[in-house]
């Protein structure tokens, strides 16, 4: 007699059993976690957010009171088995050490226990070694929790534990965030340029890809010539979209066509297929199928712009996104061994900084943006009345993507963040020898001025591609001015909204309360003049806005931290992790003429008159708390309510009244560089980056074939 089994698979957190694709999250079959604790991205949700789902299900189904369903909702969480272990394990532990394996630099934190409760005790760097001669991201991570027991004299690592292989002793728990491995390079096609392969680059933005090329039926290249630029490029991925649905599908085939005989091949050898998802016309779907199946390994995603008015972006991202994680983590070298020795499972940076920015925004019910600039991508996040966003963009960062900066910003907008007369050639041949040495750290002021040029030009355009992703933005009609309670505001500011099925929510920039800068260039500027001016120029607020910088970049660390305990990493943050650099005044304004009263300044009772085309900057040594007060002239807004503002704060306050940016005016009043002597040579400085190497002299062939036989046009001796 044979007795059949049947597997039981159940959610690692609330246990419930999961059948079909639907319970798993982001409907992967092998997720540990069901669709109803994890997020969109199929990321672990917070326990304040689990807590709020099953308060709002109990008051739903019960007809409860909110405190009631509050208590019983804290109470049937506690008993989820994640919870219940996660409260044990760190009740057993003395010590937390969090890493984050960047790009470039690996930063490990330590808290310790003290009077029965975890503090912030030090922060250590050590850079990430996945780069030859190393290529493990352990030996970066071992080499940071060294210098915290130097700095420390607290042991953290077991006697046994060597560069390759981490082991702890059984006092420290152990959590670790993760960016290591660089970005996701993407292919699109569409079937127009204006239409479909439109939405198919703000799809890959928008999860997080290196969009290598775009293809389309009218990019202005011939058949042939899409078939060789296809056949060159090795995409991580390959992203395909075109056609409404019910559409004709002859173009969508004959694209398929051209990249089918392209046969691109995968960035690794050990790589068989490279991932497609196509996102286009559902009719299509089953030619696709035939044509794609057995050469790339695909996937059928909803359509992208299932009509010419409509655009659903997020199926096809979710999955880009996904894939896009998976590449970044899993490929760095070392990572399956790290993967082992944590307590926790790794989220990827960007999440544990979103993660940190929802716990501000929630406790201050502020309207927040926040930018994280690492070596390979530039990250920005908003939390806009209530709402959560995130874009990453991969083409931008300071290191891997330096060039890339350079490239979509353009020299003359590098040149305008440069004092004057600065050597323009040097600024380019250093941003150059920084895509070739990421890990190399500026060695003078000069080396840092540059810097801090393309991180304003990689927040701006990061800024930039995050409200086209996220925000729709509408021309406000005659009727709705007149309706305004401050109609000369509307005629003079964009307006943002937030798209839903049921409703419009509308914001402007005046509306964002507070800017936070994270990453190693704010993190690390000379003074706190320097990372508010990289801050504001990046983002170019309006209104009143508070400045801050993540001081020593432990966001995300403290983002992950939030998964254990919510509580602790929320005091942390607040208390520990962000510096309040500054308050930004830029007025609002639809005619600008030179030398008009824009306000009446008074801080403790000294009072001044601000004009146009003036850029000021009130410093606060003393740290003290001031009177502020602000009376607009006609025809000046800092928002939709009021011209007159009162207000005490203990921070400085940085006023911009210039109707276009003066970088010349900013940099006077704020004494952000001070460039006497030119730098050095800059060899000098990549001596120990670069390598001797004899230089062989002969003949080199280059063989250059067609996909398919051609007939040649030319004869012998012909000059071609």
Excluded at 546 to 552: G, L, P
Excluded at 571 to 594: A, F, Q, V
Excluded at 649 to 660: G, N
Aim: with cysteine; glycine share 6%.
């Amino acid at each position: 007699m044979s007795v059949k089994t049947t597997k039981v698979i159940v959610c690692r957190s609330c246990g419930k059993v999961m059948k079909d694709p639907s319970d798993f999250a982001s409907g992967d079959l092998a997720h540990e976690l069901c669709s109803n604790c994890t997020d969109e991205f199929g990321v672990q949700k917070r326990y304040s957010q689990i807590v709020k789902e099953t308060k709002e299900f109990l008051i739903k189904q019960l007809s409860i009171s909110d405190i009631e369903a509050e208590k019983m909702a804290k109470e049937n969480v506690a008993k989820m088995p994640i919870w219940a272990h996660r409260q044990e394990e760190l009740l057993a532990k003395k010590k937390i050490i969090i890493t984050d394996v960047g790009s470039t630099t690996t930063k490990a934190l330590l808290l310790t226990r003290k009077d029965n409760k975890f503090i912030h005790t030090d922060v250590q760097y050590s850079p990430t070694t996945v780069e030859k001669p190393f290529e493990d991201v352990n030996i970066g991570v071992f080499k940071a929790i060294q210098k915290l027991e130097k700095a420390t004299d607290i042991s953290l690592l077991a006697i046994d534990s060597i560069e390759s292989s981490l082991k702890f002793k059984d006092e420290v728990l152990y959590l670790s965030t993760s960016s290591a491995g660089g970005g996701l390079q993407i292919l699109v096609i569409g079937l127009t340029m204006f239409d479909s392969a439109s939405s198919g680059k703000r799809t890959a933005y928008g999860a997080g890809g290196v969009i290598l090329d775009t293809f389309a039926i009218d990019d202005k290249r011939s058949s042939l010539e899409q078939m060789q630029a296809m056949g060159i490029l090795h995409p991580d991925i390959i992203l395909m979209a075109g056609g409404v649905n019910g559409g004709a599908v002859s173009s969508i085939l004959r694209l398929g066509e051209i990249l089918q005989l392209a046969n691109p091949k995968p960035k690794f050898g050990e790589k068989d297929e490279i991932p497609l998802v196509f996102a286009g016309n559902e009719a299509a779907q089953t030619f696709i199928a035939g044509l794609f199946q057995k050469k790339f390994d695909l996937y059928i995603v909803p359509n992208i712009r299932p009509t010419l008015e409509e655009e659903n972006l997020q199926p096809a991202r979710e999955k880009i996104h996904k894939l896009f994680m998976e590449n970044v983590m899993e490929q760095a070298p070392g990572y399956a061994k790290l993967k082992a020795c944590v307590a926790d499972d790794i989220i990827p940076t960007p999440t544990g900084v979103i993660r940190a920015l929802q716990l501000v925004s929630e406790s201050l019910e502020e309207n927040i943006m926040a930018v994280d600039i690492g070596g390979a991508t530039t990250d920005v996040f908003s939390n806009i009345m209530g709402d959560y966003f995130r874009t990453v963009s991969a083409n931008y960062g300071m290191s891997y993507s330096i060039s890339n900066v350079l490239k979509d910003s353009g020299k003359e907008n590098l040149k305008k963040w440069l004092p004057e007369n600065f050597d323009l050639n040097y600024a380019l041949n250093y941003i150059g020898n920084k895509m070739l040495y990421p890990t190399f750290v500026p060695q003078n002021p000069h080396q840092l001025t540059i810097e801090h040029a393309i991180a304003r030009e990689a927040i701006s355009m990061s800024k930039q591609q995050h409200m086209q992703m996220n925000f729709n933005t509408k021309q406000v009609g005659f009727l709705d001015k007149l309706k305004s309670t401050r109609d000369d505001l509307e005629k003079i500011t964009e307006a943002f909204y937030i798209e839903k099925a049921l409703e419009a929510k509308k914001f402007h920039m005046h509306d964002i309360n507070i800017l936070i800068g994270s990453g190693g260039v704010p993190a690390h500027t000379e003074n706190a003049q320097q990372a508010l001016a990289i801050i504001y120029d990046g983002f170019r607020p309006e209104g009143i806005t508070e400045i801050w910088k993540d001081r020593h970049f432990i966001s995300p660390h403290l983002g992950k931290l939030s998964a254990i305990d919510e509580t602790l990493a929320s005091e942390i943050l607040t208390k520990d992790c962000y510096d309040k650099i500054g308050i930004c005044i830029r007025p609002m304004n639809k005619k600008w003429k030179d030398n008009l009263a824009v306000m009446d300044l008074e801080i403790d009772g000294e009072t001044s008159q601000i004009k146009t085309g003036e850029v000021h900057y009130f410093s606060n040594d003393e740290g003290k708390d001031r009177a502020i007060s602000i009376i607009l002239h006609k025809g000046f807004f800092l928002n939709s309510e009021t011209r007159n503002f009162k207000f005490s704060s203990d921070l400085p306050i940085f006023i911009d009244t210039c109707r276009e940016l003066d970088f010349a005016k900013e940099n006077n009043a704020m004494q952000l560089y001070e460039l006497k002597d030119d730098p050095a040579p800059l060899e000098n400085d990549y001596l120990g980056f670069t390598r001797k190497k004899t230089i062989k002299s002969g003949v080199q062939k280059h063989l250059v074939e067609l996909p398919y036989e051609g007939t040649i046009l030319a004869e012998i001796d012909d000059e071609v």
